[in-house]
Every structure is written in C-alpha cells, then in structure tokens.
C-alpha cells in the first residue's frame, strides 16, 4: 500500500468511527504515514509546528493513541528510550535496529509466520502477537 491509499485508508476507517478529522489531525496522519524511518512523537511534533505551530505534544499522543485502539500503528517501545512508530505496516513485523545511529529497518523474510507457528506449537503457546528486534550496526555505520 503506497503512503497516499494509506492515508486515505485511514482517514476512511477514522471518518467511519465518527472521528473528527482537523486540518492538524490529517497532518499528523500524513506524517506518520510518510516516515519510513520509524519515528518518535516527538519527531512527528516536529514535522508539523512549521504548518501547525499551535499543536503540543500531547495532540500527537492522543492521535497515536487513537491509531493503537483501532489497530492502525505499530508502536515499539524501548523503556527509557521511548517508543517509535511504524503506520506504515501495523502488524508485527522484524526489525534490524543499529545500536549507533538509532535507525530502525523494516525488513521481510520469507517464512517468517511458519518459524513463530513452529516456535508456538512446540511448546503448546497460543500466540497472541510477537516482536522481532535485531540490534547491531546498519551499512552506514559498519562502513560496509
Ligand atoms: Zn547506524
Ligand atoms: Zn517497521
């Protein structure tokens, strides 16, 4: 799903909920669904006060917020470092996080689904959702 049908999805689903969708909302959606990076709320914050100087922190929260009850975001959370945010593909997905710049990277392997069902059945677990985080060094830091 390209960033615009994504967008438009999720203006969709939030219009069909009865959910107010502001100029500042739609903004905030457009920039969580353009960033492929994973960002925080408080980058998010940033992409908008040049459009929406008005808005705090806090109305990013509470559309995240919104986007977790109906499914929309996937939120990865890392204790006191904060959390960061894929709109882009809200189910559990693999990440390859690098421990020196922060990135975070979307990656897909064939497979996957089976080594969890696999994973699950062996020791009898009904698995309700999963996360996948790699750490090391992405190709920019490790010089490769
Ligand atoms: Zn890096
Ligand atoms: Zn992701």
């Known amino acids: 799903m390209d960033t615009q049908e994504r967008l438009?999805?999720?203006?969709?689903?939030?219009?069909?909920?009865?959910?107010?969708?502001?100029?500042?909302?739609?903004?905030?959606?457009?920039?969580l669904v353009s960033d492929k990076r994973h960002p925080s709320?408080?980058?998010?914050?940033?992409?908008?006060?040049?459009?929406f100087p008005t808005t705090s922190l806090?109305?990013?929260?509470?559309?995240?917020?919104?986007?977790?009850?109906?499914?929309?975001?996937?939120?990865?959370?890392?204790?006191?470092?904060?959390s960061h945010f894929d709109c882009r593909r809200p189910y559990p997905h693999p990440h390859l996080i690098c421990t020196k710049c922060g990135a975070i990277m979307d990656s897909e392997v064939d497979n996957f689904q089976n080594l969890i069902d696999s994973l699950a059945s062996k020791n009898g677990f009904t698995v309700q959702t999963?996360?996948?985080?790699?750490?090391?060094?992405?190709?920019?830091?490790?010089g490769k």
Do not use: M, W
């Open 8 to 31: 438009e999805h999720l203006q969709n689903v939030l219009r069909e909920r009865g959910n107010r969708l502001t100029p500042q909302r739609v903004a905030i959606l457009r920039a």
């Open 41 to 51: 709320a408080e980058r998010i914050h940033d992409v908008i006060l040049p459009d």
């Open 58 to 82: 806090a109305t990013v929260y509470k559309t995240i917020a919104l986007l977790k009850e109906i499914g929309e975001i996937l939120e990865l959370g890392f204790g006191d470092d904060g």
């Open 130 to 142: 999963h996360r996948f985080d790699i750490f090391g060094l992405c190709p920019d830091c490790s």
